[in-house]
């Protein structure tokens, strides 16, 4: 029985938030200090995320790194549920969030205005 448990655990566990994250990063091309200048974040905080695979960033942290790497809507709901955050339907920040993602729309101006407007909050 425990090696069916282990079998079922090593074919269906996915990379966590860490590993995923920076596999994105490294398919964009970007450096680091592209990504956390890009998503406003200092590099501390970008270090403590490199090097502690238990951290996990805020979930709008999560969404601005999802949005600077331009991530479609699957490899964005991945990465943010690999922290264990999802976009909810019935928040008015997660649905502009999705609107957005829906749209192509990755200008942190932009998105920050349509979340004043619809949900009074920013990223």
């Known amino acids: 029985m425990k090696d069916k448990v282990k079998d079922y655990l090593s074919h269906n566990k996915s990379k966590n938030f860490n590993e995923l994250l920076f596999s994105y990063i490294d ?56 922290a264990g955050y999802s976009l909810s339907n019935n928040k008015n920040f997660d649905l502009v969030i999705s609107y957005c993602l829906d749209n192509n729309i990755y200008d942190i101006y932009v998105i920050n205005d349509y979340l004043y407007t619809y949900a009074s909050a920013v990223l």
Do not use: M
Not at 33 to 46: H, P
């Open 27 to 82: 398919r964009s091309g970007f450096k680091d200090s592209e990504i956390y200048k890009k998503v406003g974040i200092d590099r501390k905080l970008f270090s403590k995320i490199r090097c502690n695979n238990n951290y996990i960033p805020r979930k709008n942290v999560i969404i601005k790194l999802c949005l600077a790497l331009g991530l479609n809507r699957d490899d964005f709901n991945k990465l943010l549920n690999s």
